[in-house]
């Protein structure tokens, strides 16, 4: 590591790549954007020059790059696993975005290979862990506030952006939701069901609604509220009940107005507007453990588990039953 600034590879310049990438090159201390890679050469050229960088001509060279000492990845779902463990052999810390692989099988290989490794060395995007009005819920539920946690509510309401089937919902979407329940309530999800709206009447896998009821191993239970097709803008809310009261979180910061016989409040239009401050701090985060080389975050473990149940609340969508999460032994290493 050159000067103590740590030079980060990208992987994927879309819309997360180059937001990542324009954060740690402008908002981020101690890190610059060594090297940029993306399938389209055009979009990895212009990101490059926009940050400083060079623009790789494949992953492989990417992370083998001796400039290049922690490597981001923001392509596509069924690329994170391949490119993850590329990272870990490497030896090379990787913030993968969300989800760690595309299915639970290839989350269970990335795990496995950095307990070959013997260290932590993966971050995975769950960076609602960043987003404030997220981390007062959690301190308070860590304070005693209320006492032990009953129930979790989520609420995650999407503008329309494509119809979407069930499992990319899920596996996509509401595996940010499911990381979160586990996180807030410090319990594995044991057992959920899955129910859902489908978008198109002849598409009884399209999904505009979906409800994932969760139990977990606390004894507590929860649901998680998803929609595709809000109607009016961008929503991410969570509820804890506890023995002694309640911990909810504010959704938007927006001043409410009251004027000409009504009452509102500005909803964010989508994801980069409401969590713009929560992918800084999570880079910046970041970036710092990668300097002291001591691993903070959502892990390969918090990774593979939230895929597992995301994996079966799919079951419980083709079964239409209640179905039991059944992860691997937490290994000692997380
Ligand atoms: N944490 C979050 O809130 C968040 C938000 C959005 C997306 N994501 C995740 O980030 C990833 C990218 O999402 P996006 O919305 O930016 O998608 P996108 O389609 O806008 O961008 C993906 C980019 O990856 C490139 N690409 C495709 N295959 C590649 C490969 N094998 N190697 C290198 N580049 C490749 C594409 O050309 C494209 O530029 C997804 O896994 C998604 O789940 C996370």
Redesign the pocket.
């Known amino acids: 590591m050159k000067d103590n600034v740590v030079g980060v590879g990208v992987?994927?310049?879309?819309?997360?790549?180059s937001l990542h990438a324009e954060n740690l090159a402008r908002r981020v201390i101690g890190a610059r954007v060594a090297a940029v890679?993306?399938?389209?050469r055009g979009?990895a050229e212009t990101v490059a020059a926009r940050c400083g960088a060079k623009a790789a001509t494949d992953?492989e060279t990417l992370i083998a790059d001796p400039a290049v000492d922690a490597v981001l990845i923001?392509?596509?779902?069924t690329?994170?696993a391949e490119?993850t463990i590329a990272c870990i052999e490497a030896g090379k810390p990787v913030l993968c975005?969300?989800?760690l692989a595309a299915t639970v099988a290839d989350a269970e290989r990335v795990l496995r290979a950095e307990l070959a490794a013997g260290r932590r060395l993966t971050q995975v995007?769950?960076?609602r862990v960043y987003d404030q009005t997220h981390r007062d819920v959690h301190d308070l539920l860590r304070a005693g506030a209320i006492g032990k946690a009953l129930s979790f509510r989520g609420r995650h309401f999407n503008p329309f952006s494509g119809v979407k089937t069930i499992e990319t919902a899920i596996v996509?979407s509401l595996i940010?939701d499911i990381h979160s329940a586990r996180w807030l309530m410090a319990a594995e999800i044991e057992q959920v069901y899955a129910q859902w709206v489908p978008a198109l009447a002849d598409q009884p896998r399209s999904a505009c609604f979906a409800v994932l009821q969760l139990r977990f191993g606390s004894g507590a239970i929860g649901a998680l509220e998803w929609s595709g097709d809000s109607g009016y803008g961008y929503e991410v809310m969570v509820e804890v009940i506890g023995e002694t009261g309640t911990a909810e979180s504010v959704s938007h910061s927006s001043p409410i107005l009251r004027q000409g016989s009504t009452i509102a409040q500005a909803v964010t239009p989508n994801?980069p507007q409401r969590?713009a401050q929560a992918y800084i701090d999570e880079a910046q985060i970041w970036i710092d453990s990668v300097r002291s080389g001591e691993p903070t975050g959502p892990s390969a473990w918090d990774g593979y588990m939230s895929l597992a149940a995301a994996e079966v609340c799919i079951r419980s969508t083709e079964t239409g039953l209640p179905e039991r999460v059944v992860g691997m032994e937490r290994p000692a290493l997380y």
């Open positions: 992987i994927g310049t879309g819309m997360i790549g890679m993306d399938i389209d979009r992953a923001a392509s596509p779902d690329s994170h490119l975005e969300k989800p995007g769950f960076m996509n940010h994801w969590f």
